[in-house]
Nanobody, 124 residues
Framework: VQLVESGGGLVQPGGSLRLSCAAS????????LGWFRQAPGKEHEFVAA????????FYGDSVKGRFTISRDKAKNTLYLQMNSLKPEDTAVYYC??????????????????WGQGTQVTVSS
């Protein structure tokens, strides 16, 4: 199982970025997926999750209305569209995958597979 994030970078407050997570080594369409982030000195924070079918999405309170999670099964890729970015969104963003969708989807322990992360910095 391999998850590779990309799309991070430096953006000004109010700007947008789209993160991608390319998946390989497993049946992508059968797995539920999530995005988490970790700022320096802080624990992993839940950002968003999407069920294996793509029919249900969930968001952390701090990103609701600004971020959108989606998946392209044909491309085996997970996305996170981030709009209206704020300095407090600065963190390393990780994608995660698991065969089972847990009611505790906001708990990092509910996901077995993780990518290496991509840095997002929001600053003027």
């Amino acid at each position: 199982v391999q998850l590779v994030e990309s799309g991070g970078g430096l953006v000004q407050p109010g700007g947008s970025l789209r993160l991608s997570c390319a998946a390989s080594g497993f049946t992508f369409s059968s797995y539920s997926l999530g995005w988490f982030r970790q700022a320096p000195g802080k624990e992993h924070e839940f950002v968003a999750a999407i069920t294996w079918s793509g029919g249900n999405t969930f968001y952390g309170d701090s990103v609701k209305g600004r971020f959108t999670i989606s998946r392209d099964k044909a491309k085996n890729t997970l996305y996170l569209q981030m709009n209206s970015l704020k300095p407090e969104d600065t963190a390393v963003y990780y994608c995660a995958a698991d065969l089972y969708f847990s009611d505790n989807y906001d708990d990092p322990g509910s996901f077995l597979y993780w990518g290496q992360g991509t840095q997002v910095t929001v600053s003027s």
